[in-house]
């Protein structure tokens, strides 16, 4: 197994800016009139700042299901992982290297908070120190997972950090994920043992946040939603969630 590794510097950042410019070339041809826009997010988009050389790409797409075209060009589908309507592919470039693409329709508000966050870094030095010694000193994780949980131990290490930053950066627009992360698990936990809820195999569970705060929580059974609780947007967060479920029962 490839070992992987933070690089820091600012010719590697320089590198990764052409790489991802490089393959938006590549993507516009392979997906024609399906391309819609794209942005080079995460850590290889932040300047000055440690970074695994995976350039994260934002692509905005007219039909999800259109975009396995990626497939022809080298990609693998990876899944949704934690977000609803969010396809996820990657591929190698080199030994250590990677493109990872996050495949998203317009509208989804995701693509407003890896944008805000990047831009939020790239704006405070502090901030962004912060953040680039944090990732260094939690590296010797970075090949650590739990088999129980979605994400390593080094993505786990981060989430209260970017919490924290996601907040002060005043990011409240509202987004709905898979339970996945050991808060969202919590939280979940709260929630049904209050409303005596019993969660079984097939279940489709999601989180509701505005912002990086938690607002709300839903479960679905052969795709129908059989409770929904949100301290507000309720009807929103409701009307998300099913057409989430009609999506994949398409599929």
């Known amino acids: 197994m490839i070992e992987e590794l933070l690089i820091h510097g600012a010719q590697q950042f320089n590198?990764?800016?052409?790489?991802?410019?490089?393959?938006?070339?590549?993507?516009?041809?392979?997906l024609g009139e399906n391309f819609v826009e794209?942005?080079?997010i995460g850590s290889t988009a932040i300047n000055d700042s440690y970074a695994k050389p995976s350039i994260d790409i934002a692509l905005i797409v007219q039909d999800l299901n259109d975009a396995s075209i990626l497939?022809?060009?080298?990609?693998?589908?990876?899944?949704?992982?934690?977000?609803?309507?969010?396809?996820f592919y990657s591929k190698k470039i080199s030994?250590?290297?990677?493109?990872?693409?996050?495949?998203?329709?317009?509208?989804?508000?995701?693509?407003?908070?890896?944008?805000?966050?990047?831009?939020?870094l790239n704006?405070?030095?502090?901030?962004?120190?912060?953040?680039?010694?944090?990732?260094?000193?939690?590296q010797n994780l970075l090949n650590q997972v739990d088999n129980e949980a979605m994400f390593n131990r080094y993505t786990l290490s981060k989430n209260d950090m970017i919490v924290n930053f996601i907040k002060k950066s005043g990011f409240d627009k509202i987004c709905m994920r898979f339970v996945a992360h050991y808060s969202e698990q919590q939280y979940e936990k709260t929630i049904c043992n209050k409303?005596?809820?019993?969660?079984?195999?097939?279940?489709?569970?999601?989180?509701?946040?505005?912002?990086?705060?938690?607002?709300?929580?839903?479960?679905?059974?052969?795709?129908?939603?059989r409770f929904i609780y949100s301290e507000e947007k309720t009807t929103e967060f409701k009307s998300y969630f099913e057409k989430y479920l009609n999506h994949s029962a398409a599929k």
């Open 71 to 87: 497939i022809d060009i080298g990609y693998q589908m990876k899944g949704e992982f934690n977000i609803p309507f969010r396809h």
């Open 123 to 138: 704006r405070n030095e502090n901030i962004r120190s912060q953040y680039s010694n944090m990732k260094f000193q939690i």
């Open 195 to 225: 409303n005596n809820i019993t969660i079984n195999d097939g279940d489709i569970r999601v989180i509701l946040y505005k912002g990086a705060d938690i607002i709300g929580y839903a479960i679905a059974t052969n795709n129908k939603i």
């Open 38 to 40: 794209a942005h080079h």
């Open 15 to 30: 590198e990764w800016q052409n790489t991802y410019k490089d393959e938006i070339k590549i993507l516009k041809k392979a």
């Open 95 to 120: 030994n250590n290297q990677k493109i990872k693409i996050h495949v998203m329709l317009p509208g989804n508000h995701e693509l407003d908070n890896f944008i805000n966050f990047r831009d939020y």
